[in-house]
């Protein structure tokens, strides 16, 4: 099982509910294959450094996962199937990547 960390921008013109359906599509999707969800972040809307699609935000979101390799580019086809999806990037961790990802997690729940 390695360890990942995909981030997907979701297009802005989606209502809240178009929104938590496709980021729960998503992690259905990986939890099928056998992923372990270690932390789903929602990052709101943000605006875009240029624009895409011709829009100039997009919803941003984080999953952290562990999955076998497999299952990678089963989720990126998918989402480049998605017209909802506007941009994404999975990045396998190291062991480096994964200690700051646990401290963003824990600064994160303090100031929340």
Do not use: C
């Not at 938590?20 to 709101?44: F, H, P, R």
């Not at 390799?69 to 961790?93: Q, Y």
């Amino acid at each position: 099982m390695n360890h990942y960390e995909t981030v997907f921008i979701l297009n802005p013109v989606l209502s809240e509910e178009q929104i938590k359906e496709t980021v729960k599509k998503y992690e259905d999707n990986l939890i099928s294959k056998g992923a372990k969800m270690i932390s789903k972040e929602d990052w709101g809307l943000k605006k875009l450094a240029y624009a895409i699609q011709h829009k100039k935000s997009g919803f941003y979101h984080l999953f952290e996962f562990t999955v076998p390799g497999e299952a990678i580019n089963e989720l990126e086809v998918e989402f480049r199937r998605d017209e909802r999806i506007m941009r994404f990037l999975t990045v396998s961790l190291d062991k480096h990547a994964i200690s700051w990802a646990e401290r963003r997690r824990v600064r994160n729940k303090k100031t929340a």
